[in-house]
């Protein structure tokens, strides 16, 4: 009974995945979707559930290791989050794009 409902809050959690992104393409940001907001909640599904089973544990662990501190030498630690300096950074760095209206760089020559 325990694996029932195990497998059927995942099946929940995929088909609600779906659901959200699909509303949010159609709805939201008005995409023209192929099969309208039901064919992107099934394309949503079945991409929810591939990346869940591409990404599987190896995922976590490696989200688990730039989160912790690292050992660099003896009694040196680097104590930096990197996700959240990596996140941090592709956040500012975007805003400043956007700041210039996304221009298109100059090339030189």
């Not at 009974?1 to 809050?9: P, R, S, Y």
């Given at each position: ?19 959200v ?64 300096a ?24």
């Amino acid at each position: 009974m325990e694996q029932f409902v195990n497998v059927a809050l995942d099946l929940l959690v995929y088909f609600l995945t779906g659901v959200v992104i699909s509303w949010y393409y159609y709805s939201v940001k008005g995409k023209a979707l192929p099969g309208g907001f039901w064919g992107g909640t099934v394309i949503g599904i079945i991409g929810a559930v591939i990346l869940t089973w591409l990404f599987g544990t190896w995922f976590i662990e490696l989200l688990s290791w730039l989160m912790n501190p690292k050992q660099i030498y003896e009694d040196v630690y680097l104590r930096v989050n990197l996700i959240a300096a990596i996140l941090g950074a592709l956040l500012f760095v975007a805003t400043l794009n956007r700041i210039n209206h996304d221009q298109d760089r100059k090339r030189r020559g």
